[in-house]
């Protein structure tokens, strides 16, 4: 009887996630598992950081889906343009025509694109657990996070630094706002906005800026930026 209950209980569920996988996605699930974290006290010339960004169906962390992922890598205080990383993930639906607007994925777009599973390997894999840097980081690590949860079981192991709690800790005399408040203080053209890849490499220039600044504060490694962001928080500045 028990046996047969539980049969039931796994049909009603759906296959958990290990059974989900292919023996080619266990095995680079497991790799990324056993990968060791890149040492934080480096200087920034010696770390590879990566930006991130992500576009979404909507703006509820609980609810909307992750739509799509774009990446940069910064390493020896330069932008590696051969190192940039975008994938639209397979939608079992396509989002509502207002958000298409914004984000400019269209439905086929949305419905052909990579299998979620895939996308989110291809993700980490480029990663490498380097540190994650973001404007307004609580929003993409959120989404990623319960898209790998519900995909593989696993959330983002990384540092995440947030550009929105240390560009006023840098620059305290100014209005600056919004993402695009910043870029328009350095000067940083972006032809397109909303686009995962294309914010991912605007946020990649403004950690350039950030780094540069950082060492008159001596924030001279990636732990040093994560307590200055940790302090901003328990100031409740941002």
Not at 69 to 83: C, D, M, S, T
Not at 84 to 110: D, K, M, Y
Request: proline residues 5%.
């Amino acid at each position: 009887m028990l046996a047969s209950v539980g049969a039931l209980w796994r049909r009603r569920s759906g296959p958990t996630i290990d059974e989900r996988l292919t023996p080619t996605q266990r095995d680079r699930l497991q790799r990324l598992t056993e990968l060791t974290p890149p040492p934080l006290d480096l200087a920034h010339a010696a770390t590879r950081y990566v930006t991130v960004d992500v576009e979404t169906t909507g703006l509820d962390m609980r609810h909307d889906r992750l739509l799509s992922i774009g990446a940069a890598a910064v390493q020896g205080e330069r932008i590696e343009l051969a190192q940039c990383f975008r994938v639209v993930l397979r939608q079992p639906e396509s989002s509502s025509t207002a958000n298409i607007l914004v984000h400019r994925i269209g439905g086929q777009r949305q419905l052909r694109g990579m299998e979620p599973i895939d996308a989110l390997l291809d993700f980490l894999e480029f990663t490498a657990g380097a540190p994650l840097v973001a404007y307004r980081a609580e929003f993409d690590r959120s989404m990623l996070d319960r898209a790998l949860q519900e995909h593989l079981g696993i959330g983002t192991q990384s540092l995440w630094i947030d550009l929105a709690e240390l560009l006023p800790a840098l620059y305290p005399s100014n209005e600056c706002r919004t993402m695009d408040d910043w870029l328009q203080r350095f000067s940083i053209r972006l032809p397109q906005r909303h686009d995962a890849l294309a914010d991912a490499l605007a946020t990649a220039q403004m950690l350039l800026v950030v780094l540069q600044m950082a060492r008159s504060f001596d924030m001279v490694t990636p732990r040093r930026l994560d307590q200055m962001q940790r302090a901003q928080r328990w100031l409740g500045k941002r």
